[in-house]
């Protein structure tokens, strides 16, 4: 029920920020002879024959400038989310410190963990 609707918006946001000098081109062409009456720049100066283009210019920049500034925003936005937040963290571990000793009837070093002496095992 939604589906479509909501297709046909995604699709239409998706076309205006692809087309968006075609929008300005169109509105242009449609409204040309009120540009070129009211909101032209040079509108004082006939001998231009300027006709509105000096207003289309100005609105294609304007488009420009905003698709520029998205871009960066984009990029800056990428950048951002590359760089580490967080520091890494490095943890250091203690290991226990084993000496070794050498007892004087084996004559075999030994550590301390094993200082409780066994007897040999008989196997049989």
Request: hydrophobic share 45%; charged share 15%.
């Amino acid at each position: 029920m939604l589906i479509k609707p909501t297709a046909i918006l995604l699709l239409f946001s998706l076309l205006t920020v692809n087309f968006a000098n075609a929008f300005v081109f169109a509105g242009f062409e449609m409204n040309q002879r009120y540009i070129a009456a009211e909101l032209c720049v040079n509108k004082d100066k006939p001998q231009l024959q300027c006709n509105g283009k000096c207003y289309l210019m100005k609105k294609l920049k304007q488009a420009q400038d905003k698709e520029q500034k998205q871009e960066r925003q984009t990029q800056k936005t990428q950048i951002q989310d590359a760089v580490v937040v967080n520091p890494f963290l490095f943890k250091q571990y203690a290991f226990a410190e084993i000496t070794l000793h050498v007892p004087v009837s084996t004559g075999m070093p030994q550590s301390l963990l094993n200082a409780i002496f066994h007897p040999p095992q008989i196997l049989g």
